[in-house]
C-alpha cells in the first residue's frame, strides 16, 4: 500500500534543445513515499529539506498527482471514492538548482500513484500529469525535465502539443558532470530574460546542432554530440547570471568535455563527456575555479 520512489535529478535543454532535450543523472535525486489512503485526493504529510507548501494545491507534487487523480476520475473503470494518496517528501535536489528540482517531485508523485494503481497509465502518459507542476514552478508546463526524470536516458520532447515524447538511448560510456553553484536562480526569473523571437541565421545553427546531436547520441558518435553542444540562443542570455560561468566552461574542455553548458535555466553548469575519468576530471578543474572565487557549490559525476 505505499511504495518508496527515488526521483532523479536531470539536465534540461543540453545546450542546443531547449526546452526540448533532457537527460536523467543515476545518483542524484529525492526520495518520496506515496501512499494510498481511504480518504480521497492529495495529502502531503511531510516534507524535509526544503521549506515548501504542504497544502496539495500549491506544491508541484501535489498539483501534478491532482491533474492524475481528475483524469481517473473521469474513467469509469476506476472507483473515484477509493481513490487518495499521501506523500511524504525528502528533498536532496535544491530549488533553483537548475536540476530539475520540481520535476522530480512531480514526477515522483505520479510514478508512485500510477504504480499503486496497477499502472494504468504509461510512462509517456504520465509526462502530461507531471508538467503540471511544472506549470505551478515556473509559469510554464514544459517537459524537458519531467520526461527524463519519468523515463530515464535522454528524452526528446518533439512536441507538447499534442504530447510526442521519444526516449533515446544514452551511449555506453557518456557521463555527466554537473556543478551547482550555491546560489537560487528562478526558472520564471531565468526565462524572462529570454527573448521571443529569434534570427533564422540563429534558428538554423540551432536546428542543426538538435539534428547534430541525436544523430550522434543514437549512433555513439562522441565527436559529433560535441560538436553539437552549442547553443547561441539561450546560453549567451542567462550565462551572465551564473558566477564564473565562462571559466567553468573553459575549465571544462580543458579537462576533456565533449561539451558544457547551463544545466536547465541554470544556475548549475554541466559538461558531458565519455569515460568517468575524464567526467571526474573536469568535476576537480570545475571545483578548482569555484575554490578559487571562494564561492560554495556542489558537484556530481552520472553516468547518463
Ligand atoms: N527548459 C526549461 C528552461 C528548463 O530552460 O527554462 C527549466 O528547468
Known amino acids: ?17 531547449f526546452d526540448v532535450l533532457g537527460l536523467c543523472l543515476d545518483n542524484v535525486g529525492d526520495e518520496m513515499i506515496v501512499r494510498k489512503s481511504a480518504e480521497k485526493g492529495v495529502r502531503i504529510t511531510k516534507i524535509e529539506g526544503a521549506n515548501l507548501p504542504l497544502e496539495a494545491e500549491k506544491n508541484v507534487a501535489g498539483v501534478a498527482l491532482l491533474a492524475m487523480l ?101 551511449p555506453n560510456e557518456l557521463f555527466a558532470t554537473v556543478i551547482h553553484p550555491q546560489i537560487e536562480l528562478k526558472t520564471s526569473d531565468a526565462r524572462s530574460v529570454l527573448k521571443q523571437t529569434v534570427s533564422l541565421k540563429s534558428a538554423i545553427t540551432q536546428w542543426g546542432n538538435v539534428g547534430g546531436l541525436v544523430a ?25 547570471l551564473i558566477p564564473g560561468f565562462d571559466l567553468i566552461k573553459q575549465s571544462a574542455y580543458e579537462n576533456g568535455a565533449l561539451g ?26 570545475m571545483s578548482a575555479v569555484y575554490d578559487k572565487m571562494n564561492l560554495p557549490y556542489e558537484i556530481h559525476v552520472c553516468k547518463v
Do not use: W
Not at 511504495?3 to 543540453?14: G, M, Q, S
Not at 558518435?221 to 547561441?232: A, Q
Open 1 to 17: 500500500n505505499e511504495v518508496k520512489v527515488f526521483c532523479p535529478a536531470t539536465i534540461a535543454n543540453l545546450s542546443c534543445g
Open 70 to 170: 481528475e483524469e481517473l476520475e473521469s474513467n469509469a473503470d476506476f472507483d473515484p471514492i477509493a481513490i487518495g494518496f499521501e506523500i511524504e517528501i525528502y528533498k536532496h535536489i535544491k530549488a533553483g538548482s537548475g536540476i530539475g528540482s520540481s520535476a522530480a517531485s512531480s514526477a515522483g508523485a505520479v510514478f508512485g500513484a500510477n504504480e499503486l494503481l496497477g499502472n494504468p497509465f504509461s510512462r509517456k502518459e504520465l509526462v502530461k500529469f507531471a508538467m503540471q507542476g511544472e506549470k505551478l514552478a515556473s509559469g510554464n508546463a514544459h517537459a524537458d525535465n519531467v520526461a527524463p526524470a519519468l523515463l530515464g536516458g535522454f528524452t526528446l520532447v518533439r512536441s507538447s502539443n499534442p504530447l510526442d515524447i521519444i526516449k533515446i538511448d544514452s
Open 216 to 240: 550522434g547520441l543514437y549512433t555513439q558518435d562522441y565527436d559529433l554530440i560535441g560538436r553539437s553542444l552549442h547553443d547561441e540562443i539561450v546560453e549567451p542570455l542567462r550565462s551572465v
Open 260 to 285: 558544457s553548458g547551463i544545466s536547465g535555466s541554470g544556475p548549475s553548469i554541466f559538461a558531458l563527456s565519455r569515460g568517468k575519468e575524464t567526467a571526474e576530471k573536469i568535476a576537480k578543474g
